[in-house]
């Protein structure tokens, strides 16, 4: 079955710093959304990326999805406390079920 | 108003108990699911229902018995407890196939 995964799994930096999270499947996506989990709270969209190479950007925030449509990124410019919490990459075949990555937490030091 | 909702948002049982947890959403959209997140935050698809078609995911035990009186409803039965089903339970909603999930709040379920 279709896996994906995440890496880091977990990220501490220093407020200020830049921050990367990547996803790869193993096999072709349709699309490619990405979700926050603040502590405590629920998973929350962010985007969705459906074409080979495209990037989207959401402020400090920039997303991409590799040319092959099987890997992507978030990477987040200038951390700020409230970046932290659980990103979460998920793979979409065009099935009923979205595969999640085992998401990347990520701690930022005042 | 709540996009999705669950009741209830904790549930403390012992180990051998029956519980259920509801799930309602108000969007109207046609697919519902339920996943497990378990400590190390690894969300788990446990079950698809999309207009009366029901997907299992396999590795989830027949303890596990999900309920649809309607389309706005989706409720989890879980039958004798187990420690290792202590997690935090998510219901979500999407409209269809390639859109984005709506996720409740959680029901944390802890079984000692």
């Known amino acids: 079955g279709q896996q994906v995964m995440q890496i880091p799994q977990y990220q501490h930096v220093q407020e200020g710093e830049d921050f990367t999270t990547y996803c790869n499947s193993s096999?072709?996506?349709?699309?490619i959304q990405w979700y926050k989990q603040r502590p405590g709270g629920h998973p929350v969209f962010l985007i969705q990326l459906v074409k080979s190479g495209e990037v989207k950007k959401q402020k400090r925030l920039t997303f991409q999805f590799g040319e092959a449509k099987k890997n992507s990124s978030l990477h987040i410019t200038a951390t700020q406390t409230t970046d932290v919490g659980t990103y979460f990459c998920a793979g979409d075949n065009a099935g009923n079920m979205l595969t999640f990555g085992g998401g990347t937490r990520l701690m930022v030091k005042p | 108003d709540t996009a999705v909702s669950q009741t209830p948002k904790y549930l403390v049982t012992q180990m051998g108990n029956d519980k259920s947890i509801k799930c309602e959403q108000n969007?109207?959209?046609?697919?519902m699911y339920w996943y497990k997140q378990d400590s190390k935050k690894f969300l788990k698809i446990m079950f698809s229902y999309n207009n009366k078609e029901l997907i299992i995911n396999e590795t989830v035990p027949n303890r596990f018995s999900p309920k649809s009186p309607d389309k706005a409803h989706l409720n989890l039965h879980i039958n004798s407890l187990e420690l290792g089903d202590s997690a935090v339970y998510f219901c979500?909603?999407?409209?269809?196939?390639?859109?984005?999930?709506?996720f409740g709040p959680g029901t944390r379920l802890t079984v000692l």
């Open positions: 096999t072709t996506l349709s699309n």
């Open positions: 979500a909603s999407r409209p269809g196939r390639l859109y984005e999930q709506f």
């Open positions: 969007l109207g959209h046609d697919t």
